[in-house]
């Protein structure tokens, strides 16, 4: 399985962004997958995760700004990021689950990308 993250970048305070995770020898559609963010000197914290059946759990920290959806034709998973604060500023992780869990503990994915690091500035 190989997960690779793209889009991230450095935007200013309320711009956008669309984080993209493509999967091999996964299958999106049908799995579990969620996106995670570290910031310097902090823990990783679950974003949002997409389990099996579509349903979605946000991190209340980015509900209402972060959509995330799957794309089954391009086996991909986005996030999509609007009203950008500088406290999302972070390196964000793609992962993946054996298991249908809709959990964002990181402890409880298989499978993880390299990151694509997200600057926002005030």
């Known amino acids: 399985v190989q997960l690779v993250e793209s889009g991230g970048g450095s935007v200013q305070a309320g711009g956008s962004l669309i984080l993209s995770c493509a999967a091999s020898?996964?299958?999106?559609?049908?799995?579990?997958m969620a996106w995670f963010r570290q910031a310097p000197g902090k823990e990783r914290e679950g974003v949002v995760v997409?389990?099996?059946?579509?349903?979605?759990r946000y991190a209340d920290s980015v509900k209402g700004r972060f959509t995330t959806a799957k794309d089954n034709a391009q086996n991909t998973l986005f996030l999509r990021m609007n009203s950008l604060r500088p406290g999302d500023t972070a390196m964000y992780y793609c992962?993946?689950?054996?298991?249908?869990?809709?959990?964002?503990?990181?402890?409880?994915?298989?499978?993880w990308g390299r990151g694509t690091q997200v600057t926002v500035s005030s």
């Open positions: 992962a993946a689950s054996y298991y249908c869990i809709r959990s964002l503990d990181p402890v409880r994915y298989n499978y």
């Open positions: 020898g996964y299958t999106v559609s049908g799995g579990c």
């Open positions: 997409s389990d099996c059946d579509g349903s979605t």
